[in-house]
């Protein structure tokens, strides 16, 4: 997170004239908690207005050129994607396509709508940028249009857009204000919006009417919040189901001892090493079998042999006679603070792992702690694959011991 709060900041440093923060750090950002991992910063930009965008962020300092991307700028190693929009009359959208109409109306009204949010980040607080946000409305707006035209590969991007969705509605609409905002938009983007909620939501055509339409898209919307469960007072979230030519239909399930998934689990000791030293063995992921009971090995991918954001290595896992291989990217590393890596498997985000480093008098206290991503329909492989039925309890198992190892081979 430090990372893309001094993006962030970079980006107001840079003296655009008007721009908003939208994607999963504007998700993130407008619940006000962790929420799940993202590793870049999208902006949307008027490219109406001066400065170019791309050349002003260049000119910070730490910025790189991404020769990948032409709209993609490198803040210290952290992805900063920039859309450019310009001022939108809703007679513009006559006879664009719906989805396409919804892309184009949700960014500019984004732009138009967004409000400053302060972020802050770092064990003392210290990191932290003010910057204009995109709204609740339109990061409903946004995400709807996403959610429906991510292709194959981008299944796990789409899952996290439901996610996404599910949360704003969900924390964010107690009081029936982010419906009155979409409600209210401008009637050619609250057409395009109210299509693409129908057609993604509940497989209905567009409404002829488009303010009732999304007043009822909505309030199926609430329908659907989850319950909670009697046995454990948690709440049971939303599954996302999807099949060949249908649309994405949120339903509740019923808890049945799954409902941590999305929750982080935290296990902390104090170790009488400095933080940088610790910071040392927990990076070189070369010497994680010497720590994790379950990761026997790491190797760094071709192109990689440091701890920095964007590098890639594979993690060799092992429960008696069950193996199984995950890839890692690094989305955060502080040195003496904190190192964050996402975990992947045939392409989808199923976990993220960090570590927090906090100094103390003594030495410090180290905090390894992991967030489960897993959708259901995921679970069946993955107990199948790691004979791991209850993860929650086996990652706290093995975050004990591996911190109980680093601080053995540490205070030696």
Known sequence: MIGLIRAVGALVECGLSRYA??????????????????????????????PDAIEALLATPGALRDPTAPHRVLIAGTKVEILPVGPLADDELDGIPAG?????????????????ITVIAGHDNTVRATA?????????????????????????KRAGDAWDLYRILLDLDLDGSVRN????????RACGGSFAMRWTVCSCRAPTAPEAGCEAVMTRWQRSRPTTCATSQRRCWPSWRNGPGRPLIARTRPCGGLCAMADTIEISRAIAASPDAVYAAIT??????????????????????APVVGAVFDGHNRNGDKTWTTQATIVEAEPGRSFVFQCTMF????ATWGYRIEPT?????VTEWSLDLRPESALEFSIKASGIADRAGRNRETMSGTLERLAAALEA
Not at 105 to 111: D, F, M
Not at 181 to 188: E, T
Not at 361 to 365: A, E, P
Request: hydrophobic residues 45%; contains cysteine.
């Open 361 to 365: 008098d003594t030495g410090c206290v």
């Open 181 to 188: 905002a979409l409600n209210a938009a401008p009637p050619r």
């Open 284 to 305: 070189d992921i070369t010497r994680m079998g010497e720590w994790s009971q379950e990761c026997y090995a790491c190797e760094w991918h071709e192109g990689f042999d």
């Open 100 to 116: 396409d109409a919804l892309f184009v109306a949700a960014h500019a009204w984004a732009v138009e709508t967004a409000t400053p």
């Open 21 to 50: 923060i939208v994607g999963g750090v504007a998700v993130t950002a407008r619940l006000g908690t962790a929420h799940r991992a993202t590793a870049d910063v999208d902006t949307v930009v008027d490219d109406s207005t001066p």
């Open 132 to 156: 204009p946000f995109a709204t609740p409305a339109a990061l409903i707006a946004m995400k709807l249009h996403a959610i429906e035209t991510r292709s194959t590969s981008g299944l796990d």
């Open 347 to 350: 392409d989808f985000h199923f």
